[in-house]
């Protein structure tokens, strides 16, 4: 059971200002596969683009975070596998917990390339690679040195089975990833991201770019997924983090406002900036 | 080409109303003059192109076609002073090929058979049966036509001998080599530098080593070639001579290796491009997969950026096939039908410039013979365009 204890004041209407509060961690009775501590982050121009994030990810359930554009959804997603490590004097501040080994993601000893083996990535528009079918979800394994066929076949139609993919394109494993439709292509990259089983997945506002039929379908496979991955979720759309998440985290200028269970939020957030943004009066 | 030109582009804006009917009369004609001005750039390469192939084939179509008198003269025998012709064995209008004997003489220091110097037909004999006629002296012409046969299946090119030979693959030979020999320097190293380029060096570095690595195809062509003849070759010749092998102070080996680097900047800077132009997206979701750096440049990047790779690796070729200076110092410029780089020859472009220095008449088929040899340089990378059209196709990026 989540809450947050901030309050501060809000002058009603126009956009509310957040002014670095210390934000109290919230606690919750899930079992948990994350714990984002103490968090700040800085991109290469000294921006600091989260401040003190608090925050629980809990084991097997759907995260979604939530936010005005620019509050720092992506930045936060996008630490949970060191993507940022890719552009140089990107700095990371406080911890991430991965459990149970009781491992910080963010820390400088761990190998970027080690954490992204667990911790696997789906981005808002669908990136297949200019590669088969076949070898587009094979890659996490070919990357890792894997050269057994029959274990790769087999890793190959579990992870398109996965991604409800499987009885679209078993005829035609061959053929290019971009001959498939937009929403084929995004579950072909959740495919992707499944075939290394990985911890956690990680979604970047996975429908921001398809369709309504599209995005239904990766919908009911994100709630399908969360049996055997942990994952966190950023979308754009209050309703689908209120149709397919367990826990939201509402987010605003770098900052995490309030953290709950989704129905706790949609229904009755005990901060007023979240109902604000979520009855639609900024954001 | 056309589609370029504006105004196909406005055939589809009828679409409500045209545009450039709404403007005064004076921005109509600014933007007829500007629409002119487009029109004309973008065809302008079109043009060019159709007119250096008219005045290609406007001298190798007579190359083919328009005989040559060739004359014969008398033979000499040794301790004669005059010959008699004792026989016809060709009269005029009948067909020779080369070598056959066309008249016999009688003298009383033996007897003697001319025979044509080249195949074609009889149009004159000065005497008949029973004329003396003295030695090494104008006897008969025979028009000879050059043929696709001696052009294509003749190895040797010498078109300025008294027994010309317009044998194309000595030269081709001289070409494939020296190309061959210059993109297996400047596609492996051109393709390293690229991908390091894009992926490993630090983008204030890459701000300065692109430009520099330019200027290596800004080096005067002239000093590459003396590059090659006076420094490469030495090298290559004391290289491999401790593998026993000697090599002569002309080779293609050289001049192919020093062309090479010349065409480094032509791949590397062309692929790096490419491979930059390659969707952020598409490198991240590599990167997410715990694909390394090699890995990512290797599995993801080159198969993705390979439409523009190809692209490089054309212009280097076509740049390779058409070099002239660097083969014309430092490979000889003796046509010699081999593909082996420690041998001296000349390639297409090298016999060009050669033939072209000396004074070649211009009725001459010596003269048109340049031609003949520029529209297969012109052949071989049209060759190589389409190859990498079709390869372009193939492989084009869908992202
Ligand atoms: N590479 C960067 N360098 C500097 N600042 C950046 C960089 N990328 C993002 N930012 C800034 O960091 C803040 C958070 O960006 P982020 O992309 O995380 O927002 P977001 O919540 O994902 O927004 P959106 O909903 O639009 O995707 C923004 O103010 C943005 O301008
Ligand atoms: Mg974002």
Not at chain 1, 112 to 127: H, L
Not at chain 1, 265 to 276: D, G, R, V
């Amino acid at each position: 059971m989540g809450m947050i204890t901030d309050s501060s004041t809000v002058s009603s209407g126009s956009a509310p200002q957040l002014a670095h509060p210390p934000t109290p961690v919230p606690r919750i009775s899930d079992p948990l596969k994350a714990q984002v501590e103490s968090f700040n982050f800085f991109y290469a121009n000294g921006f600091q683009a989260l401040h003190g994030i608090n925050m629980p990810i809990a084991d097997n359930q759907v995260t979604a975070l939530i936010g005005p554009s620019g509050c720092g959804k992506s930045t936060l997603l996008r630490s949970f596998n060191r993507m940022h490590d890719l552009y140089s004097k990107n700095r990371y501040e406080g911890r991430i917990i991965l459990l149970p080994e009781n491992i910080n993601l963010i820390g400088p000893e761990l190998d970027p390339i080690e954490i992204r083996m667990r911790v696997s990535m789906v981005f808002q528009k669908p990136n297949p690679f200019p590669k088969s079918i076949y070898e587009n979800v094979a890659f996490g394994l070919r990357v890792r040195g894997e050269t057994n066929k029959r274990y790769i076949d087999e890793r190959v139609e579990k992870a398109l089975r996965g991604a409800a993919l499987w009885d679209e394109v078993k005829d035609n494993l061959d053929k290019s990833g971009f001959a498939l439709s937009g929403g084929q292509q995004q579950r072909l990259c959740i495919a992707r991201a499944l075939a290394t089983d990985p911890e956690i997945l990680l979604f970047d506002e996975p429908t921001a770019a398809l369709d309504p039929i599209s995005t239904a379908k990766i919908e009911d496979l994100v709630v399908e997924l969360k049996k055997t991955v942990t994952i966190i979720i950023v979308t754009h759309n209050m309703q689908q983090a209120a149709r397919i998440a367990d826990y939201t985290a509402f987010m605003y200028l770098g900052q995490l406002v309030e953290f709950d269970q989704t129905n706790q939020i949609f229904t009755n957030p005990s901060n007023p900036m979240t109902e604000q943004y979520l009855t639609g009066r900024f954001g | 080409m056309t589609d370029l030109s504006p105004a196909s582009s406005t055939t589809e804006t009828t679409v409500g109303f045209d545009l450039r009917r709404t403007g005064n009369t004076w921005q109509r004609i600014k933007e007829g003059i500007i629409e002119g001005i487009l029109f004309v750039a973008g065809i302008s390469s079109v043009v060019i192109t159709i007119g250096i192939v008219v005045v290609l084939l406007s001298e190798t179509i007579p190359f083919f076609t328009v005989p040559e008198t060739k004359t014969i003269y008398t033979p000499t025998v040794e301790g004669a002073q005059t010959l008699t012709i004792s026989k016809i064995i060709a009269p005029v209008g009948t067909y020779v090929d080369k070598g056959a004997p066309v008249v016999e003489f009688s003298s009383p220091a033996g007897s003697a058979v001319l025979t044509a110097t080249a195949s074609g037909k009889i149009l004159k004999i000065l005497g008949e049966v029973g004329t003396t006629v003295e030695m090494n002296k104008h006897l008969v012409d025979i028009s000879h036509l050059v043929t696709l046969r001696d052009f294509f299946v003749d190895t040797l090119w010498a078109p300025v001998f008294d027994d010309p030979r317009y044998g194309i693959w000595s030269l081709i030979s001289g070409t494939l080599t020296t190309t061959l020999v210059a993109l297996f320097v400047a596609i492996p190293v051109g393709t390293i530098i690229a991908i390091w380029l894009s992926e490993y060096c630090y983008p204030n570095v890459r701000e300065v080593l692109k430009p520099s690595l330019e200027l290596l195809a800004a080096v005067p062509t002239v000093v590459y070639g003396y590059f090659a003849l006076l420094i490469v070759s030495p090298v290559m010749q004391w290289v491999l001579g401790m593998f026993g092998i000697t090599m002569g102070g002309f080779n293609m080996l050289s001049a192919g290796l020093v062309m090479g680097i010349m065409i480094i900047p032509y791949v590397a800077s062309l692929s790096e491009d490419a491979m930059r132009a390659v969707p952020i997206q598409m490198r991240e979701g590599s990167y997410a997969m715990g694909a390394t750096r090699v890995q990512t440049a290797l599995r993801v990047l080159v198969p993705a950026s390979l439409s523009g790779i190809t692209s490089a690796y054309i212009l280097a070729i076509a740049r390779a096939v058409g070099e002239t200076m660097i083969v014309a110092l430092a490979a000889g410029q003796r046509p010699n039908f081999t593909l082996n780089p420690t041998q001296e020859a000349a390639t297409i472009s090298a016999a060009i410039v050669q033939a072209t220095l000396g004074d070649l008449p211009h009725d001459s088929t010596a003269y048109r013979a340049i031609f003949a040899a520029g529209l297969m340089l012109m052949l071989i990378t049209l060759f190589f365009n389409i190859a990498g059209y079709l390869i372009r196709k193939r492989y084009r990026e869908a992202y």
